[in-house]
Each structure stands twice: as structure tokens, then as C-alpha cells.
């Protein structure tokens, strides 16, 4: 595409615990020799999207994440805003981040988060790194917004869940990983869980129109069968997306689609 700025670009969903799938989708893409030369994120896509690009590899971002239970992301939260805190969440990303803005990272970086107040969709690439991606992976009602300069955020999931758009016109090629099917849910009770599926539901929104942008793109349905707030099953998931990517590239001449 002409007057592109960058060859390779990821672009990784929201999904919650799900996210973990994005690990193993990247192991397969970096075990092919491929790396992105920017990255796009949302909620889960967002922390994992931060934590690459300050230099973590899969692996190691899934020791970083998965050293806890799932009492460890998420807390009881008194006040009204949010039923749970995302306690874990903060300190993972304040204790490894090596980078603190945006611009220290190695790779360059999208986050996107919604604008409570606006009623947008906000992109953040630049300035402050943990206070943007906490607020990109802020569930509504289940947690607590984060306020940015008066301005209230909560997860880019509501109004941009796969965020191609920041990148999409800047890359050569496009490659996105999406954690959030949805399918048939036989139970769903508790106030917890109904706003769990409420929002699931939210963000597979335009997702069919979005696919159609990618050169290559993951989206396991075998992800409907985890949860996307139970983060213990995260060696599982990073399998699941490993397995899926590997086999979406069978599909593809990898020289051909990089132009290598």
C-alpha cells in the first residue's frame, strides 16, 4: 500500500482472561519470523500489546501474568462505580514495565480506551503508559473507571474492540487476533455474570466487516469455552491460540504475503 509507514502491524482484541490466546498467537507468528513493527490493542490485547513492546517475549509475558489466582486481578471494590478492582492488573504493569510512557517503548504502541464522558473511542500512543492501558482493560460495572486528565475511561472494548482503525491505513500488512467469540450460553445468573455476558455480546459487535481488513486473521471458537474472567486456565488459552495460529498459517505463503 503506498505511503505506508510501517510493514507489519498486530492488532489484538479484548476478551478478558481469554487474552491469553494472544501469547500463543504471537509465539506462532514470532516462530515463523514474524514481528510487528507496530501494534494496535484493546483491554487484554492492550496489557499484552504493552508488555511486548517493552521488549517481553510470549513466555515471559505469561509467567508475568498467569503467577496468581484470580483473587490476585481482581478484587472487591467498595465504592459504586465498579463491583471489582483490578488490583493485580496495576501491580503487574507498574512492577515490570520497564517503559513508563509510550514513547520508551521499543515498539510502537495503540491502546484504545472509551471516553465516558464524550461518548468516543480514544487511541492513546503517547504520554503516560499505565494509566491508558488500565483504563483500556476497565470493564464497566464490574470495574471502576480510570480518570485521565478529568476524563473518564473504561474498556476501549465498548466502542472499538478489535482497534484496527489507528493502524490500518500505516501498514503494509495487517495481522489480527480475536479472543472474544460468542455462542450459545445455556446458564447465565448472578449480577457478575450476566454483566460478564452483557459485555461479551458488546464487543463481538461489527466484528464480520472488521476481519475483512486483515491479511491474516486468528479467531479460535474454541475460545467460547473459557470464561473471560477466570484467569487460571491461562496455559490452556496461550495453547489454544498457538494451535490456531499455527494452522491459519498453513493457509498462507508467508514469503508472498510479507513480499520477503
Known amino acids: ?41 484493546t483491554s487484554a490485547g492492550a496489557i499484552i500489546g504493552a508488555l511486548y ?12 501474568m498467569n503467577s496468581g489466582s484470580r483473587l490476585n486481578f481482581m478484587r472487591p471494590a467498595i465504592p459504586r462505580e465498579g463491583l471489582l478492582q483490578i488490583n ?20 510502537p504502541l495503540f491502546v484504545a480506551a472509551t471516553d465516558l464522558n464524550n461518548g468516543k473511542a480514544v487511541y492513546f500512543s503517547s504520554g503516560d503508559l499505565i494509566g491508558p492501558v488500565v483504563a483500556s482493560a476497565s470493564i464497566p460495572v464490574l470495574f471502576q473507571p480510570v480518570i485521565i486528565n478529568n476524563i ?3 474498556d476501549g472494548g465498548v466502542l472499538d474492540n478489535l482497534p484496527v482503525h489507528p493502524i490500518e491505513n500505516k501498514c503494509k500488512v495487517l495481522i489480527g487476533s480475536f479472543v472474544n467469540p460468542v455462542g450459545y450460553a445455556e446458564k447465565i445468573s448472578g449480577l457478575i455474570n450476566i454483566a460478564e455476558r452483557t459485555f461479551m455480546l458488546s464487543m463481538s459487535k461489527e466484528i464480520n466487516e472488521k476481519a475483512k481488513k486483515f491479511d491474516l486473521f486468528v479467531a479460535p471458537l474454541e475460545l467460547r469455552n473459557y470464561k473471560i474472567l ?5 496455559g490452556e488459552l496461550f495453547s489454544v491460540g498457538y494451535r490456531a495460529t499455527k494452522e491459519k498459517l498453513k493457509e498462507f505463503d508467508i514469503n508472498k504475503l510479507l513480499d520477503l
Open 1 to 41: 500500500m503506498a505511503g505506508t509507514k510501517y510493514k507489519i502491524g498486530f492488532v489484538l482484541s479484548g476478551g478478558g482472561a481469554r487474552g491469553f490466546a494472544h501469547l500463543g498467537f504471537i509465539q506462532a507468528l514470532n516462530e515463523a519470523e514474524i514481528f510487528p513493527d507496530i501494534i494496535s490493542g
Open 53 to 64: 513492546a517493552d521488549g517481553y517475549r510470549p513466555k515471559d509475558i505469561l509467567k508475568l
Open 88 to 107: 493485580g492488573i496495576i501491580k503487574i504493569l507498574k512492577t515490570n514495565l520497564r517503559a513508563k510512557s509510550f514513547n520508551e517503548l521499543k515498539i
Open 152 to 154: 473518564s475511561y473504561v
Open 230 to 234: 477466570d484467569p487460571e486456565k491461562a
